[in-house]
């Protein structure tokens, strides 16, 4: 029997070795799936409960496999529906191969069902590399395009398969004219290093300063160990944007953890206070957390040489890969002998860490939010994977949870997208199923996705050796997060028919799904429930009840936010008088005697 080009699609995969596709099935890839059907479940197909989910698996399973996570979907509404998961990828700098359908060649134009125009509709999302195979020459090099793309410029790419050509007969592409070959599936890279007179620039502007900050992102992730030999020669302290949050670990004393809206006082402090800044690998837009204009003198590494000199005035942009450039700037750095700036930064930080803690401790009712990731840190095996949602419970993931160990951890950083938290721990299971996973989401973003794809795990959990996937569900009812924005940046009161979530029972739910699950309303059941779920033999939701009066105070909250959350409370939220008490209560923790 003769190969399909569907057929050869899968083939193709194979040998770039993508072990699963992440999709959902339509009449407009049945060519595709009928090979799936004949393709031995090589390469397995996952199927979601939703297109968009779909994406967001393959967002998270290549943001903690590192190789391109790829996602399938039906022409006109399922194409559509990858959006939101491939703009994640697009804004996250993560390789993501999308797979779509599209009507037969013979209707297209005909305003036919389900035709919808995908060359412009993934024209932005996918502008690295997008094509359509019309005929089957051309279906390996689109294929190998595709992933080397993706790889290459760490972005979402996508091939449009339309449906009558993927029951076509394959015919590889001919050594004649008009016809374009394609090599062996593989990921060539190169390691590049700035010139050794950059680097010595770089080198001046550092020796120079006294007091030494950095900033880490995502881009630091392979340079570790060269981020902390740097920081260990310039006495630095090191603050980590959200994507970079598994960068290095928090037990280090010298880490001051998140930066920005979501931060850490301590990091504050360092940007604040610092006269160097050395940014590596990060594109974290807050310019107001970063140091005043003109206070430090700033150099910045990065891969990417569009991201150079884009969030802060550096002095010296250094093009190249993270460890190796910084490699090879370390030769030329003076070890500095005065470490009373790191004395400084190591007692802020340490600080901090006791701060959090009396604040995870202040009564709330019914759980206060902050304790579940508080007693979640003192637990987690150092080899787990944690996922965060977009919310309020983003806050607590930011600040509360300490890395360690091999940990990893990620979220929407850019698009900051709900949803995305249990669709990621799915990809995460699928990349490293011999890991636990845990996914922390509040109540909103499961009421829009996070209780379909329970299902998912559900259906799929026997396919992972290691079967623990935790989800947290921080249960308040209420859009938390957008709650304390109007009130903080908007002046305005919470707005109840915008804000309140419908009650559900989270855990009936997921034992409905077959899923083992555990209710807590008191403060004094959130650690045996980590306990449990963390050593139970299978996928375990916790839903935690938990109080949305705990504010997210900012590292510095500024006059105006303060002015602004004061007025709101006074032109009536329903909640003022809470809302005033447990600001009081967190906030006076900060000055609890001994600070220094």
């Not at 304790?371 to 607590?396: F, K, M, Q, Y």
Request: contains cysteine; aromatic residues 6%; negative net charge.
């Amino acid at each position: 029997m003769a190969e399909t080009v569907a057929a050869r699609l899968l083939g193709r995969l194979r040998e770039w070795g993508v072990e699963q596709v992440f999709g959902y099935p339509g009449d407009g890839i049945n060519g595709i799936v009928a090979a799936f059907g004949e393709a031995d479940d090589h390469p397995r197909f996952v199927q979601s409960r939703h297109e968009e989910m779909s994406a967001f698996q393959a967002v998270g399973y290549a943001k903690f496999s590192g190789r391109p996570g790829v996602c399938l979907a039906t022409s006109g509404p399922g194409a559509i529906h990858l959006l939101n998961g491939l703009y994640d990828a697009k804004l996250d700098h993560v390789p993501v191969v999308a797979i779509a359908g599209q009507t037969d060649r013979a209707a297209m134009g005909g305003h036919y069902q389900q035709e919808v125009d995908l060359q412009a509709l993934f024209k932005d999302v996918a502008g690295e590399y997008l094509t359509e195979v019309n005929v089957p020459e051309q279906l390996p090099n689109a294929v190998d395009r595709a992933f080397r793309t993706a790889l290459a410029r760490r972005a979402p790419t996508a091939i449009i398969v339309p449906a009558d050509v993927q029951e076509l007969e394959y015919r590889a592409p001919g050594h004649v004219f008009r016809q374009v070959p394609s090599g062996p599936p593989d990921a060539p890279s190169s390691v590049v290093v700035p010139a050794q007179e950059q680097l010595e620039a770089a080198a001046a502007v550092l020796n120079a300063g006294s007091k030494v900050a950095m900033l880490v992102g995502q881009g630091a992730r392979g340079a570790a160990d060269e981020v902390m030999r740097v920081a260990e020669t310039t006495g630095a302290g090191v603050a980590k944007a959200l994507l970079g949050k598994d960068v290095l670990s928090d037990d280090l004393p010298y880490v001051t953890g998140a930066i920005g809206l979501l931060g850490t006082r301590a990091s504050y402090e360092l940007m604040r206070d610092c006269d160097t800044l050395l940014i590596v690998g990060s594109s974290f837009p807050y310019t107001q957390f970063l140091p005043g204009f003109g206070q430090a003198r700033a150099v910045q590494i990065d891969l990417d040489g569009r991201m150079a000199g884009m969030r802060y005035p550096t002095e010296v942009n250094l093009v190249g890969d993270a460890a190796a450039t910084l490699r090879a700037l370390l030769p030329l750095l003076r070890p500095v002998a005065d470490r009373s700036w790191r004395t400084r930064v190591e007692q802020t930080v340490a600080d901090w860490w006791e701060t959090v803690e009396r604040q995870a401790m202040v009564d709330a009712k019914p759980v206060n939010p902050m304790r579940i990731v508080h007693e979640l840190s003192l637990r987690i095996p150092d080899d787990a994977i944690v996922t965060a949602d977009s919310g309020s419970s983003t806050n607590w993931y930011a600040r509360l949870l300490r890395m360690r160990g091999t940990m990893r951890g990620s979220l929407s950083g850019t698009l900051a997208t709900m949803g995305a938290g249990v669709p990621y721990a799915i990809g995460a299971k699928f990349a490293h199923p011999d890991r636990p996973v845990v996914a922390l989401a509040g109540d909103g973003a499961m009421q829009m996705n996070g209780l379909a794809e329970l299902l998912t795990i559900a259906r799929y959990q026997d396919r992972w050796a290691d079967r623990r996937l935790v989800v947290c569900v921080f249960h308040n009812n209420d859009l938390n997060q957008v709650t304390w924005e109007l009130r903080a940046m908007g002046g305005a009161p919470k707005f109840e028919q915008s804000q309140s979530l419908p009650d559900v029972d989270y855990a009936a739910v997921a034992r409905s799904f077959g899923l083992d699950a555990i209710t807590v309303d008191s403060p004094d059941q959130v650690g045996d429930a980590w306990d449990r779920a963390l050593t139970a033999d299978g996928p375990v939701l916790l839903d935690v009840r938990c109080d949305p009066e705990v504010p997210p105070i900012p590292p510095h909250a500024t006059f105006e936010q303060l002015k602004d959350t004061t007025e709101a409370l006074l032109k009536g939220d329903p909640n003022a008088w809470r809302v005033l008490v447990q600001g009081v209560k967190s906030k006076a923790q900060e000055f609890v005697p001994g600070r220094g």
